[in-house]
């Protein structure tokens, strides 16, 4: 079949052809929700860009659940895909729709429910509490569109069509920056403008993704024998799982962290959700690699060519040195202009200092995240969930645990410091467990 290059073309080439339609699609993704807070950072107030930070922690474990639970479920899909298993490849992908809808409804209700009593938790402060419960409500309503969205992303992207997600993307990222104009700009919406801007772009895009869905699956020829089979929910559970909590490692970090950064003032907040706007954009090339291994993995395995892996982790990782020097050269000549977008010329010493520091530092560092996520990919990929956990609870532990220990005592910057030290021991863990190759005997067809 014409998709099965993850199998039969050089390593270098398949992973490129499948990883540079993620990234360039998820910096979209990225770029509409920069434009959500630079937009509301300068026609706003720089209140209202701190509520949109305060809540972005919050929203970004949702989209994370989404991403790790999508990612998960597309490796079973990935692994039919490669032992040409079709008929239990669609059930497959049918289950996963329907068992994330399901969890986003839920996951949704959960949200309405408890959103203000969650950001008080957090010691949001009170000057910004209101906006940012406004913004997470509607945000909430969303989130079954959101979940199915970045489902179906996975199921293409399993199936080797990785420039689908990339075209819908566009549209979406596109069509949410106008939105974001124009409800702030000419009919005067604040903040709750931003947040149907998303909604109504994501969900124009989930619906359209998922009728485009069946049109392929049909165009494939093969049928199934049921919609949803609980003998595939659970191998994918238990890959999903695992899965989301390495997706939702930083998001679930930020969050816990969140209430210390609250502490330092609404000013502060500004500055740091500014500069983590920015480095969700640098993580981009790392998690698009990251994700392609665990596809070329997946495949790879089903079809018995372990040894195309681990030439395709090598691969990896020398990409993942590339990105890192660019981005790193990026921060490094123009990190205060790129913070200035998001503050304008309004913007307080303390929220561009704060900014700032946080870029300076972290351009170091996103190396490390790269090798954790090609590493985490070889594992995810091959069904090796047991280290891959163990590796990411370690991260997310040493992040929130430094920062709140050492962040009231010694300043804010104590908050990044704990960063690359997480993302150090996690890949550590990763890639002792991927040395063993205990992962070439877990997938059993």
């Known amino acids: 079949m014409e998709n099965d290059y993850l199998i039969q073309k050089k390593p270098l080439n398949a992973l490129l052809i499948f990883s540079l339609p993620i990234i360039i699609g998820n910096l979209f993704q990225q770029t509409y929700t920069m434009a959500d807070s630079a937009i509301v950072g ?9 509520a949109v930070g305060a809540s972005y922690s919050l929203t970004n474990i949702f989209i994370c659940v989404a991403i790790g639970g999508g990612i998960g479920a597309s490796v079973l899909v990935s692994q039919y895909f490669g032992a040409k298993d079709y008929k239990k490849m669609i059930t497959s992908i049918f289950t996963s729709l ?75 990222s596109i069509f949410n920056i106008v939105l974001d104009w124009i409800l702030v700009t000419e009919f005067a919406m604040g903040i709750a403008g931003v947040a149907w801007a998303t909604l109504i772009a994501q969900s124009t895009a989930a619906i359209l993704s998922f009728l485009l869905l069946l049109v392929k699956l049909r165009e494939m020829g093969h049928g199934h024998d049921k919609i949803f089979a609980k003998g595939e929910l659970l191998p994918m559970v238990r890959i999903a799982l695992p899965s989301i909590l390495q997706q939702s490692t930083v998001s679930i970090g930020m969050m816990l962290v969140q209430s210390v950064v609250n502490s330092f003032g609404s000013e502060t907040l500004a500055g740091f959700s500014a500069a983590m706007r920015i480095e969700s954009i640098c993580v981009v090339p790392m998690t698009g690699i990251g994700n392609a291994v665990s ?97 990411n609870l370690v991260n997310l532990s040493i992040r929130v645990l430094f920062a709140m220990l050492f962040a009231p005592l010694y300043g804010i910057a104590m908050v990044w410091y704990a960063v690359p030290m997480g993302w150090f021991a996690n890949w550590l863990i990763s890639f002792i467990q991927y040395r063993t190759g205990k992962w070439k005997i877990q997938y059993q067809r």
């Open 295 to 391: 596809s070329y993995t997946a495949q790879n395995i089903g079809a018995k060519k372990e040894q195309r892996v681990v030439k395709g982790y090598h691969v990896a990782n020398k990409l993942v040195f590339v990105f890192a020097v660019l981005i790193f050269l990026v921060l490094k000549l123009f990190h205060n202009q790129i913070i200035a977008l998001f503050l304008g010329s309004d913007g307080t010493e303390i929220a561009m200092s704060t900014g700032c520091n946080y870029l300076t530092f972290m351009g170091w560092f996103f190396c490390l995240i790269g090798f954790k996520m090609t590493v985490d990919g070889v594992l995810r990929g091959a069904g090796d969930m047991k280290m891959f956990t163990v590796a």
């Open 42 to 50: 300068r026609y706003v107030s720089e209140k209202a860009l701190a």
């Open 98 to 172: 329907i068992s994330f809808l399901v969890l986003s409804i839920l996951l949704s209700v959960f949200g309405l429910l408890f959103s203000k009593k969650i950001m008080i938790v957090l010691h949001t402060p009170c000057d910004i509490l209101d906006m940012a419960v406004e913004y997470l409500n509607i945000y909430f309503v969303g989130l079954p569109f959101l979940f199915m969205y970045n489902v179906l992303s996975a199921m293409y992207n399993a199936l080797g069509k990785s420039k689908i997600p990339l075209y819908f993307l566009i549209f979406s």
